[in-house]
């Protein structure tokens, strides 16, 4: 089945501190694949997301680029905040065509930055 | 505009009761997701629902069911319910019934199951 394997937490860095927390599939087929956040006291929310190879996915500072050949979805970021600290979920949507599939999510890496 | 909005956000229940929970996705928002989030994983995929129809279904036994009313709200339910149900549970809609589109979730239903 589908599988999404990201770094065990916690991550903890300075602030402006390059980011990157590795995540890798498993998947048949061609999957989209996301990052999601979760900050303290809200609930998940779409950070980015690439949905073919070579797409790259940015926002607020946050890169990934969708690597078929490595099968990797790798967030990066080149100054961290403190703002930034929250959990963060990679994760890949297996379109199968025949109807609507649901996420497949890896465990989450939780991001501590400090000032 | 309003968010996701679930309900109860915190519930008991003892072990082989039933449990319903609430969601009201988006305005304009015809799916709706349900996930369980166990403490310190990722959340699993439950259920979807289109146009109130099942349109996907993650590895979960028939104890939990769901469904979707004419406004698009969704109600989950588990019954007989063991310690291991003990989760968030989250909800989400989105406009797209494919797996490419973006989705927007509650803060979720904390069940704690004694």
């Known amino acids: 089945g589908d599988s999404v394997t990201q770094m065990e937490g916690p991550v903890t860095l300075s602030e402006e501190a390059f980011l990157t927390i590795n995540c890798t599939y498993t998947?048949?087929?061609?999957?989209?694949l996301f990052w999601y956040v979760q900050y303290p006291g809200e609930g998940l929310q779409l950070l980015l997301k690439?949905?073919?190879?070579?797409d790259k996915g940015s926002n607020k500072g946050f890169e990934a680029t969708y690597r078929k050949e490595t099968t990797s979805f790798h967030l990066e970021k080149g100054s961290v905040q403190v703002s930034d600290s929250a959990v963060y979920f990679c994760?890949?949507?297996?379109?199968?065509?025949?109807?609507?599939?649901?996420?497949?999510f890896g465990k989450g890496t939780h991001l501590i930055i400090q000032p | 505009d309003a968010g996701v909005t679930q309900s109860p956000t915190h519930l008991i229940k003892t072990r082989g009761q039933q449990v319903t929970l609430r969601c009201s996705p988006i305005?304009?928002?015809?799916?709706v997701s349900w996930y369980q989030q166990v403490l310190g994983q990722g959340p699993q995929f439950i259920f979807q629902?289109?146009?109130?129809?099942?349109?996907g279904r993650g590895n979960f036994p028939d104890r939990f069911s769901a469904r979707q009313f004419p406004n698009y709200s969704s109600e989950l339910n588990v019954n007989a319910l063991l310690l291991g149900d003990s989760a968030l549970y989250l909800c989400?809609?989105?406009?797209?019934?494919?797996?490419?589109?973006?989705?927007?979730f509650g803060e979720g239903s904390r069940l704690t199951v004694l």
């Open positions: 690439a949905t073919k190879a070579d």
């Open positions: 305005s304009g928002h015809k799916s």
């Open positions: 998947a048949t087929g061609y999957p989209s």
């Open positions: 994760a890949l949507s297996a379109f199968s065509g025949g109807g609507a599939d649901g996420l497949t």
């Open positions: 629902y289109y146009e109130k129809e099942e349109r």
């Open positions: 989400a809609s989105s406009l797209l019934n494919r797996g490419t589109g973006e989705l927007f």
